[in-house]
């Protein structure tokens, strides 16, 4: 069995950080993630899958113009200003150059901050791990898988928008349990914790200001707080409470108003003050207006068969359908294409190929982490259904967990749950979805496979940590093997089949 801080204690060493290794591997991994995603940054100097809707959103905003695209315009202003500061800077060569964004300007410009913020994201995910668990190894570990997602860099390293909805989201994550620390600790409602929920907020809101779906971010932190209430009720009535929600209870200090005002004011503020720059390029629009636009927009996007490349929520999982963001051939020598038709194949062409898939490896590992995490929860949740049973019929019943198992039970129910808010909600949505709609829920099965995998690490059983390494292993193998179509490293037909592991990955 491992050694964990007590629940009493873990709130206090989860801030601090006392061993060298631990900020040395998060600096470490920050540094390749960040190297992987501004290398060769340049070289498809062309609009790469949306970059031709969100680098021409991006340039109109900067002309004064408004372009139209389905989603709040935040991601807009951040590639704006991305531009902005990287064309003052003169960032990249003349060969990076074009203007098929509507100004031209290097594709550097475009996509540098995305990478940026890609790069950020295995190291809020593991800071989230730390603050449910107390343990810095869980939370390195977390990291580490997070940095290993290839779907993660290939979305950083182009002008899209679906790494700041989830850097945002997560920030509200991170922000909101560092507020529940501090409740524990200090048992009222101090400034620092007003500041946390405060941040928190402005993070939830921020993601709903990327896009709409930002708001399973926010839906997830209303689970938590109704969970923390209803299980004061049942200890109120005298009943068992969930063995794992105890790191809860400071939640269930927050009274209506303060949660009202912290995680509905704020967010809604910070979502209608993120369109003023936008409806200010035309006083004639209004944000009712603009809320109507995009409603109506999702509504008419067709079907599953609206686009090739259309997956539905049940799918995502196995990762059966990922995209490809660019395909070009060329001949053995020929300077990368961006323009015009392929090549004709032909024996010794090289392929360029970049697709949109998470790690395999990686990916189909923490869908069996969240399957045994699903199980675990469910089980713990069935023996308290018999305990709150048992005690209103007048029985004896006890239901507790050691101090050493909580802190895994209360993370896995954290990651069970957030993940089946992310997505179910897709179930009933009709319209074409695409694997990327499951990047935030899959960024919790990494999540849930570090907790599983640490748990195997410190087994008494030899195999469960040979188990444990070997998993391991696979996804940092998968990672380097897959890399050439993340980066869109040059193939041949068959290095090019050699990773086509399924007929749908075309």
């Not at 499951?438 to 599983?452: P, R």
Request: hydrophobic residues 50%.
């Amino acid at each position: 069995m491992s050694r964990t801080v007590p629940i009493s204690k873990r709130f206090k060493s989860a801030s601090s950080s006392r061993l060298p290794w631990y900020g040395l591997g998060l600096a470490s991994l920050f540094g390749v993630s960040l190297a992987l995603r501004l290398w060769g940054l340049g070289r498809f100097n062309t609009l790469v899958f949306d970059e031709v809707y969100y680098a021409k959103f991006a340039a109109a905003f900067l002309q004064g113009k408004q372009e139209f695209g389905g989603h709040p315009p935040l991601s807009t202003y951040l590639i704006a200003g991305g531009i902005w500061l990287s064309e003052r800077l003169g960032w990249g060569g003349p060969e990076t150059y074009n203007g098929l964004s509507g100004l031209y300007i290097s594709t550097i410009s475009y996509r540098w901050l995305n990478a940026v913020t890609g790069a950020v994201i295995p190291l809020v995910l593991g800071a989230i791990a730390h603050l449910l668990t107390g343990r810095k190894a869980i939370a390195l570990l977390t990291a580490l898988l997070a940095a290993c997602e290839g779907f993660l860099l290939v979305e950083s390293r182009y002008a899209l928008n679906n790494v700041y909805l989830i850097l945002f989201g997560l920030l509200g994550w991170w922000l909101l349990l560092r507020s529940l620390h501090r409740l524990h600790s200090a048992n009222k409602l101090t400034p620092v914790v007003w500041l946390n929920l405060v941040l928190a907020g402005i993070g939830f809101g921020a993601s709903v200001g990327i896009k709409w779906n930002g708001v399973a971010f926010l839906a997830g932190a209303y689970l938590l707080w109704i969970v923390a209430w209803g299980m004061q009720r049942l200890q109120q009535r005298g009943l068992p409470s969930l063995p794992f929600a105890a790191p809860l209870s400071g939640l269930s200090r927050l009274n209506a108003g303060v949660w009202a005002l912290s995680m509905a004011g704020i967010p809604f503020l910070t979502y209608y003050l993120s369109w003023l720059p936008y409806i200010q390029l035309d006083p004639s629009t209004s944000f009712a207006g603009w809320q109507n636009r995009i409603l109506d927009y999702h509504s008419r996007v067709g079907g599953m068969d609206a686009h090739p490349y259309c997956s539905p929520w049940y799918t995502w999982p196995l990762m059966l359908r990922p995209v490809a963001y660019f395909y070009k051939t060329a001949a053995p020598g020929d300077p990368v294409p961006v323009v015009g038709p392929d090549a004709p194949t032909a024996a010794g062409d090289v392929i360029y190929d970049v697709h949109a898939m998470g790690t395999p490896t990686l990916w189909w590992l923490s869908t069996v982490a969240i399957a045994l995490l699903v199980g675990v929860v469910g089980y713990w949740l069935w023996r308290w259904a018999t305990a709150v049973q048992a005690a209103r019929s007048g029985a004896e019943s006890t239901l507790s967990l050691s101090p050493d198992t909580q802190p895994y039970l209360s993370a896995a129910a954290f990651v069970v749950g957030n993940w089946a808010v992310q997505w179910l909600m897709w179930m009933r949505v009709t319209r074409c979805t695409f694997l990327y709609h499951y990047m935030s829920a899959e960024l919790l099965t990494v999540l849930g496979l570090a907790l599983v995998l640490d748990r195997w690490l410190h087994s008494t059983k030899p195999w469960s940590r040979r188990l444990a390494w070997g998993a391991i292993a696979l996804v940092i193998f998968g990672f380097i093997f897959w890399m050439p179509l993340f980066l869109g490293l040059p193939l041949s037909a068959d290095g090019l089949q050699l990773r086509r592991w399924l007929p749908s990955w075309i």
